[in-house]
């Protein structure tokens, strides 16, 4: 485990690409306006990183979007 100071996403990418071979993400998401953040924060990440990524759904939550 790994504590920095810093803008989450920022931290979260340049740590994964100094050699990270896997990026594991939660999907659960608050409701309202911190859900809005968390997914622009989320987006980020996942443009910038140079790795994998798994995005983990847990069990009895609910997906805006729908099943797949």
Not at 20 to 29: K, M, P
């Amino acid at each position: 485990m790994h504590v920095r100071d810093g803008v989450p996403f920022l931290e979260t990418v340049e740590m994964a690409n100094q050699g990270a071979d896997l990026v594991v993400i939660g999907t659960t998401l608050p409701s309202g306006g911190a859900a809005f953040v968390i997914r622009e924060e989320a987006e980020e990440i996942i443009n910038r990183l140079e790795t994998s990524i798994v995005a983990v759904k847990p069990d009895g939550s609910v997906s805006p979007v729908g099943d797949s």
